[in-house]
């Protein structure tokens, strides 16, 4: 996919061309350290809503290795999709951009950064709001867990984040510094799921999405549903009111649980969730509701 790139893109230093794939070893260092850590951890505490709570920064062998096949696999499709998207996003470039950002302007990596960032939030809260795009993403907070593991616990269907982009080469960013930047906001977005860091300093608190916000936004609790929805920034929440901070250790999971460590249940099951709804229902509404309302949508 890569042979047709431009020279500017050869010119990057190796770190950038592919960002998550050179993470790839730190993740791993990162796995083994919180999973050492975690062997001296106490036993599952109770919640006040009889749900066994793991360990904090705990690590379950099953859960681990399922959440581990599942990125996998989605480097495998996510490929695939980069590959689609960049032949209709180096059409958009070359025939719709009005104009074509320097690529060795500093102000064009700080669009790229900041475009990707603000697109991913309203991908994410889109993802949580639609049931159809849910689908595809609720697979992410399937595990029980919060560790660097469950940040690998990706979805295989980007089709919605593939849209989502859109605007960036429409104004003019390359296609290939677009999945630069996605590469970039996904590999910090791995270091905030963990439950061994506990609140930064408040500078860092005010403008980063950081593990303290993120526990929020994978909890199932009903006051932490559809909160903290950044990637990088969480300036997106304060400023859309979808920012909420964390009071409580949160319950993680969905909250119906799937129960199960198959791969295919876990991506597909609301796929097939949202098929059974629509062939019972009584109207169009009703079938345009199941589909494209939020989560949990009923007539």
Known sequence: MWESLPESWNSLPTPLRDPVAFAIPFFVLFLALEWAAARYLAAPESGADGRAHPPRGGYDAVDARTSISMGAVSILTSAAWKALALIGYSAIYAYLAPWHLPVDAWYTWVILIVGVDLLFYWYHRIAHRTRIVWATHQAH?????????????????????????????????????????????????????????????????????????HRVHHGCDPEYLDKNYAGILIVWDRLFGTFTPETHRPTYGLTTPVRTHNLLTLQGHEYAAIGRDVRAAGSWRERLGYVFGPPGWTP
């Open 141 to 213: 907070h399937s595990s029980e867990y919060f560790n660097f593991a469950t940040a690998l616990r990706q979805k295989w269907n980007n089709s919605g984040e593939i849209l989502m982009w859109i605007p960036l080469p429409l104004i003019g960013i390359p296609p290939w510094m677009v999945f630069v930047g996605f590469s970039i906001n996904l590999v910090y977005q791995f270091f905030v799921h963990t439950e061994r860091v506990d609140r930064l300093p408040r500078p860092i608190e005010l403008v980063f999405n950081t593990p303290s916000h």
